[in-house]
């Protein structure tokens, strides 16, 4: 089994890997400077730390919609090209307690997407004008699916989960389903949110895991599963863990991990991708904090059902 030495990248948060069928593995995040969608690739793991296969796919306008906090950037393999989607600001104002994010999409159908062929997509439209982010896809029996977070006005909080079908890689064929909003306590510490929601397919269940509460030490990650025979555009087709299943790690001194992604090592074992701090005197708002440092362990299954453990 592939050991790894944590963290495995420094002051990226929201990362995701991906694992292609050409055996590479491909690596996004945001940022400290919120200004531009990395993109690395290697072989290993172990080697996106160091990889010399890294590009900007693209720096944030000066002005405009999306030109300002460029954040969580996902990079996605479908209908035979690349996608990234990201969310986008017009600044760094806040209005009515909220920032003021899009989501954006960019493409590129080389086969290598480390490459400067990217196109700006556009705005990725949901149906609702409010504050969205942290989009994510997935596939099943030929049907694109797209989970998000977003702010329905009429429900309190920052942020719920949605998910609808795509009729393109950048465009919903169904209304917006309302998947959870944060509803528990562990949810609604410094800010209500559900966000950063990431699916994985392992023994007959779709698994949704998902971030909760403010950006600090409190960060922590929810569960929703559904049977793979359902109808995953069916809410009630998702059951919701009362509880959270990965939250920090006082012993170890690892703060707030969340916002993960799923990938596996190179010998196929499934492995947690997430992002922690390893302090928690914070000055100011933890947005601002750079050190939230990309970290990775090994997924463990138990009847079926996923072991987060500890953050390590």
């Not at 969608?37 to 290697?42: F, L, P, S, V």
Request: charged share 25%.
């Amino acid at each position: 089994m592939t050991d790894f030495v944590n963290p495995i990248i420094e002051q990226r948060a929201d990362p995701h890997i991906y694992k292609h069928t050409d055996g590479y593995y491909y690596f996004t995040a945001s940022v400290p400077e919120y200004d531009r969608i990395e993109i690395r690739r290697a072989k290993t793991i172990k080697e996106l730390n160091t990889t010399s296969e890294l590009i900007n796919a693209w720096y944030k306008p000066d002005v405009g919609p999306y030109s300002d906090l460029i954040w969580a950037p996902e990079l996605h393999f479908i209908d035979n090209a690349w996608y990234v989607y990201f969310a986008a600001a017009p600044s760094r104002d806040i209005v009515d307690g909220l920032f003021q994010h899009r989501m954006y999409a960019i493409s590129n159908r080389n086969a290598n997407p480390i490459t400067d062929e990217w196109v700006f997509e556009g705005q990725v439209e949901t149906g609702m004008d409010t504050f969205c982010l942290d989009a994510t896809s997935f596939s099943h029996q030929g049907v694109n699916y797209y989970v998000w977070a977003q702010k329905q006005n009429d429900i309190q909080g920052n942020s719920n989960l949605y998910i609808a079908e795509l009729e393109t890689p950048t465009t919903l064929k169904t209304p917006p389903q309302l998947l959870t909003i944060p509803e528990f306590e562990w949810e609604q510490i410094g800010f209500w949110v559900n966000e950063g929601p990431s699916v994985i397919h392992r023994h007959g269940k779709f698994w949704m895991t998902y971030s909760a509460s403010a950006t600090d030490e409190n960060y922590c990650m929810g569960l929703l599963y559904a049977d793979e025979d359902s109808n995953l555009l069916d809410p009630a087709s998702w059951h919701k863990s009362e509880q959270p299943v990965f939250r920090t790690n006082w012993d170890k001194k690892i703060y707030g991990p969340g916002h993960n992604s799923f990938t596996v090592d190179e010998e196929g074992h499934d492995l947690l991708v997430y992002h922690a701090r390893d302090y928690t005197e914070i000055e100011g708002d933890p947005l601002w904090d750079p050190n939230r440092h990309t970290r990775i362990k090994r997924l463990e299954w138990d009847n079926g059902f996923p072991i987060f453990g500890d953050a390590i």
